[in-house]
């Protein structure tokens, strides 16, 4: 007769952890899924609003246009599906959360947490910046240095990919200051080494904003400078944040977590 009373084995740990992963995975996606599909009846005005900003620009009489024949269909599907998500996203993390927490301990939990909701809010916001200021700025900008007799269009589908790699690239680029409390926190790199390392910054951030922006002087000023200043921002809140906690100390809370 067997003994019950033995604890799991490291292999029957392992699949329970495998088995919540793909739980709150499937969690996470069905929560994306469902929020989409309350979307999907709003699809071409979600387009239209992201649009917006183009459209604004054009001149007098210009339009967006589709040269895929099914791209009228796929494009304000992938544009509902990326709201859907940016919707949906903090259950997303949640679920990360609650899968990557118990093996955490107290002092890393009162870390991650903020870290999380504050890397969360600063991407929103990156990308709220590239639509109310960047946009409107590199569009009319184009609109005024098109060559007389132009017609100044472009394909929804090259439009939407031109949205995403900026979301993208100032969604990061807002993250800057939690990527330097992290580095400084958990002693990665020492808080003068980052201020020191600021003339390589400002070049980095000035390289980066030619690789991912327009190639205008008015949108890469746009990239680098934020960059540059958030930078100085994480290395201010760096500063009251500090270090890790001493190695007794951590030492101490694992051996009574």
């Given at each position: ?33 469902i929020v989409f599909i309350c979307l999907f009846p ?216």
């Amino acid at each position: 007769m067997s003994d019950t009373s033995q604890p799991p084995s490291q292999e029957d740990s392992f699949i329970s952890h495998l088995i919540e992963l793909r739980d709150r995975l499937i969690r996470a996606i069905l929560a994306v899924v469902i929020v989409f599909i309350c979307l999907f009846p709003w699809a071409k005005e979600l387009y239209a609003a992201l649009a917006q900003p183009l459209i604004a620009s054009l001149p007098q009489g210009g339009q967006m246009i589709a040269t895929d024949v099914v791209g009228v269909f796929l494009v304000p599907m992938k544009v509902a599906m990326m709201v859907a998500f940016l919707i949906a996203l903090p259950y997303v993390l949640y679920q990360v959360w609650a899968f990557i927490a118990p093996g955490l301990y107290a002092h890393e939990k009162r870390l991650v947490l903020p870290l999380v909701v504050a890397s969360l809010l600063l991407f929103v916001l990156g990308m709220s910046f590239a639509y109310f200021l960047v946009f409107p700025t590199v569009f009319g900008f184009m609109a005024k240095v098109a060559p007389e007799g132009v017609a100044w269009m472009t394909d929804i589908d090259k439009y939407l990919s031109f949205v995403m790699t900026t979301f993208m690239a100032f969604g990061v680029t807002f993250e800057v200051p939690v990527i330097v409390i992290v580095l400084v926190r958990m002693g990665i790199v020492e808080l003068h080494k980052l201020k020191s390392a600021r003339p390589y910054v400002i070049v980095g951030a000035f390289i980066i904003a030619a690789v991912f922006t327009p190639p205008d002087v008015v949108s890469q000023f746009m990239l680098a400078v934020p960059l540059c200043l958030l930078y100085e921002l994480g290395l201010f809140l760096a500063r009251f944040i500090g270090s890790g906690k001493p190695e007794g100390e951590a030492e101490s809370e694992k051996k009574t977590a």
